[in-house]
């Protein structure tokens, strides 16, 4: 089980760099998705109980 | 028997953790957003983290170099710690704008964070163990810090057998006895009331 | 207002006595265990993980031998990165500091390296040799400290005059310094010297102490560590080989390396002591983080940016609770 996409994983990674700033795509992928993530858990509306038991 | 230390300890147990409170079948009407899964995310995640751990410790170090079940299992802790990092974060960064310290809640935020801390430090020996390219230089990279400050003297990040020994017992026991408490005392202090809400006739009314 | 301040925190530490909903928290448990375990899998599947081969000092000698030789005349002449670094291997230097603070050098020498025995002449000594590198240890052995050290540096001192072009040394008096790094090259291209570094002389060893700060002495290492964007001062440490994700929660770690005067190692006392600071800084930050809950401003920024009211929207709208000023 090597992995499907194995061989692209490990290829060497693109760096953005702006002055002294430099991340791989992929650490700037996760920390974007972290965000998002919590953004849509804050936004996105939660499932309402349907049968409440105390009121 | 009220004097008895076990008594004591029973009784002190029932009052503030019955089992009503550890395994709720309700939950205040306010516990009503996404940003509540990130906790059981996270504890979910670290139960995968430590079943591919052990599969890991049963065979060495080693085992995954050479074998395509070993690189398999290797691949679900390295996923799975990637993945209790973002569900953690993300809890952490809930709990901070809910402000979730309120009401007695100081020793409940305390405890993840250190919780947080062991993790780094837990994770960090992972990275130092897989005896490949990434330790060597992480390992050579990392004294500098560590014996900056006379650290380095007891926790040595060049000794494999000191760094597994540690990744793979006194951490996670740590790690794991600070989450058993951080659970234990958001069930015993329950969930912390949202920030506008306050005794009202709203909520007195539904006594 | 400080009534209401009491009201409120008693309100937060009460049992909630207001509405309820029903919350399987087994099954919520269940669920979760279920949907991460899934994506580990999925991801596992799909990426694998990361496994560069650790590197050799055989890779070394075989790809850089002029370095691996120049390395071990620093070693033998005590100007290499760990025959100069101080605690916890040796007394070579003080070591860094934070103001007063020595805490490398009073941590002391609990990790002993002698960079010239430990890493050229006991591996040597290892080996059944020919006789002309038999005759160089020897010749090391028995002279006297104040005439290794006249040697190795002389010859030290050579190689970096013509900037590591062994070919264009010029002739003098070396002693065995030459031919024992030829015979430590030598040994290393056999692949022998990675084996004899760890043995140390013993059977069991679970200590790389030896070996890893060697390695990193010379240039092999480092060029690696540069090829794959690892370098500490271009936020090596949040990165990983390959295009796998890092260590990202370190950025904050990582994040001082990048600035000055922790950037710049000419810079005192903070930049040429930037290990030492960092150290602490982040002790201050990690406790920092810890006590939130009582650090006045950050402790209020939850109540002054409204987050909270997307997060509990539901419940406000249901409730008609509006903002409350702070």
């Known amino acids: 089980m090597t992995g499907w996409f194995a061989d692209f994983m490990n290829h060497p990674a693109t760096y953005l760099k702006s002055g002294w700033l430099q991340i791989s795509v992929t650490n700037l992928l996760v920390i974007l998705l972290m965000l998002a993530i919590f953004t849509l858990a804050i936004f996105l509306p939660f499932p309402k109980d349907k049968n409440r038991h105390h009121e | 028997m009220s004097q008895m230390w076990t008594a004591k300890l029973r009784n002190k147990w029932q009052k503030e953790l019955p089992i009503e409170k550890l395994l709720p079948d309700d939950q205040p009407a306010y516990v009503s957003s996404w940003i509540y899964v990130f906790g059981v995310l996270t504890l979910a995640t670290l139960a995968v983290i430590i079943f591919s751990g052990i599969i890991l410790a049963f065979q060495g170090p080693a085992w995954y170099h050479i074998s395509k079940t070993g690189k398999f299992v290797n691949s679900l802790h390295f996923w799975s710690v990637q993945l209790f990092f973002v569900f953690m974060v993300i809890h952490l960064w809930g709990k901070f704008w809910m402000a979730a310290w309120r009401g007695n809640r100081f020793a409940t935020w305390a405890t993840g964070a250190v919780a947080f801390i062991a993790s780094i430090a837990t994770a960090f020996t992972g990275y130092l163990v897989q005896t490949n390219f990434d330790s060597q230089w992480i390992s050579f990279e990392a004294k500098d810090g560590f014996n900056s400050v006379g650290v380095g003297a007891w926790f040595n990040v060049t000794n494999l057998g000191q760094m597994l020994l540690l990744h793979v017992a006194f951490l996670p026991a740590i790690l794991g006895v600070l989450t058993v408490v951080h659970v234990l005392m958001v069930r015993k202090r329950g969930v912390v009331p949202p920030i506008d809400s306050e005794p009202s006739p709203v909520n007195e009314a539904s006594k | ?326």
């Not at chain 3, 925190?9 to 909630?16: K, L, N, T, V, Y």
């Open chain 3, 1 to 326: 207002m400080s009534t209401n301040k009491e009201a409120k925190a008693e309100f937060d530490a009460a049992p909630w006595a207001g509405k309820t909903k029903r919350y399987d928290i087994v099954k919520e448990g269940t669920i979760a265990l279920v949907f991460v375990f899934v994506l580990t899998v999925v991801l596992s599947l799909i990426m694998s993980s990361p496994d560069e081969p650790p590197l050799t000092f055989k890779g070394w000698a075989v790809s850089n031998p002029d370095n691996l030789y120049a390395t071990a005349v620093q070693e033998l002449a005590g100007t290499s990165g760990t025959a100069t670094y101080g605690g916890p291997y040796n007394n070579a230097s003080d070591g860094l500091n934070v103001g007063p603070l020595w805490l490398q050098k009073w941590a002391g020498v609990t990790h002993p390296i002698d960079a010239a025995n430990d890493f050229v002449i006991t591996p040597l000594s290892t080996q059944v040799l020919a006789p002309e590198i038999a005759n160089a240890v020897a010749t090391w052995k028995s002279a006297a400290d104040s005439q290794r050290q006249a040697w190795a540096t002389a010859y030290d001192d050579a190689i970096t005059k013509v900037e590591g072009k062994l070919s264009d040394v010029a002739v003098g008096a070396y002693g065995p310094v030459p031919v024992l790094a030829q015979g430590l090259t030598d040994m290393a291209k056999s692949g022998a010297l990675d084996a004899a570094l760890l043995s140390q002389g013993g059977f069991f060893q679970t200590d790389n102490t030896k070996q890893i700060l060697f390695f990193g002495d010379g240039a092999y290492l480092d060029d690696a560590g540069t090829a794959a964007n690892l370098q500490g001062g271009t936020w090596g440490m949040m990165n990983e080989t390959g295009r796998y994700p890092g260590q990202a929660w370190l950025w904050l770690y990582s994040f001082w390396y990048q600035i000055p005067p922790f950037n710049n190692g000419e810079s005192k006392p903070i930049g040429a002591n930037a290990d030492a600071y960092i150290m602490v800084i982040m002790g201050l930050l990690s406790l920092g983080l810890i006590l939130i809950p009582i650090i006045p401003v950050i402790r209020n920024l939850p109540m002054r940016i409204p987050i909270h009211r997307g997060i509990w929207r539901q419940y406000y709208q249901s409730q008609g609770i509006k903002r409350r000023k702070m």
